[in-house]
């Protein structure tokens, strides 16, 4: 999955796996689907070249943990409406089609999900705290883990979006279709951050290959 910096990279495997912070893309472990129902991915790496990578701490697709995963920016700029987070199938950020799979596998295979195992909902979930910096310029991040795990089929059509000083809910992540939205507007020229959590579920029914699906943090700024 690829993230910031060109080059930057989510890989996914399994605690099971043979992976290690050094293993290139070409020689990354491949993960079978299951014959039926879902597989959570239970590790995740972050790599910032082919072979320096490092595990990323806590990433076990569960609610048990909450500073894994968050968005950092810097204060040169002014956010001019609420941040969005989501996942794309590729980096030209199209449309989802729900429950549809490709004839050959690719980020769709996990965008758009399965009908039968994910509900047409995508295979990545994403579950976010708070607001990350209010519109006053506090910081709003959690302390204690969030404590309640996604299935398959979590999330819904729109916005799901966590209130300030809080954890919001599981949410699909699948394009403009389903996505975590902000509930404010952070403060102008101010550095900042927003925690979340991921999860990734491979389906009985989704297309295999080389999956390349783009994770996604949407703004417009003045």
């Known amino acids: 999955m690829l993230f910031g910096t060109s080059g930057y990279e989510l890989r996914a495997a399994l605690s ?5 912070t050094s293993t290139s893309s070409t020689a990354w472990p ?5 014959t039926t129902g879902t597989t959570l991915i239970d590790r995740i ?3 910032v070249a082919d072979t320096t990578g490092y595990q990323v701490t806590g990433a076990d697709g569960t609610g048990s943990h909450y500073n894994v995963f968050r968005i950092n920016w810097d204060n040169t700029g002014t956010f001019a409406s609420s941040p969005i987070l989501s996942a794309w199938a590729n980096n030209s950020y199209p449309a989802a089609s729900p429950g549809t799979q490709p004839t050959t596998g690719d980020g769709t295979s996990i965008i758009n999900g399965t009908s039968a195992e994910s509900s047409s909902t995508s295979l990545i979930k994403g579950v976010a705290y708070g607001v990350g910096l ?5 910081a ?3 302390s204690a883990n969030y404590g309640t795990n996604p299935s398959a089929t979590s999330g819904s059509a729109g916005a799901q979006t966590p209130a300030q000083g809080a954890w919001g809910a599981w949410q699909s992540l699948q394009a403009a279709t389903q996505y975590i939205q902000n509930a404010g507007t952070p403060k102008a020229t101010t550095a900042g951050t927003w925690n979340f ?3 990734l579920y491979l389906a009985a029914g989704m297309t295999g290959g080389t999956l390349l699906p783009v994770l996604g943090f949407s ?3 003045v």
């Open 45 to 47: 790496y972050a790599f």
């Open 16 to 20: 099971s796996g043979s992976q290690t």
């Open 140 to 142: 709003d991040n959690p």
């Open 197 to 199: 959590l991921l999860a």
């Open 219 to 221: 703004y417009t700024w």
């Open 30 to 34: 491949s993960i079978l689907k299951p």
């Open 134 to 138: 209010t519109s006053g310029g506090t």
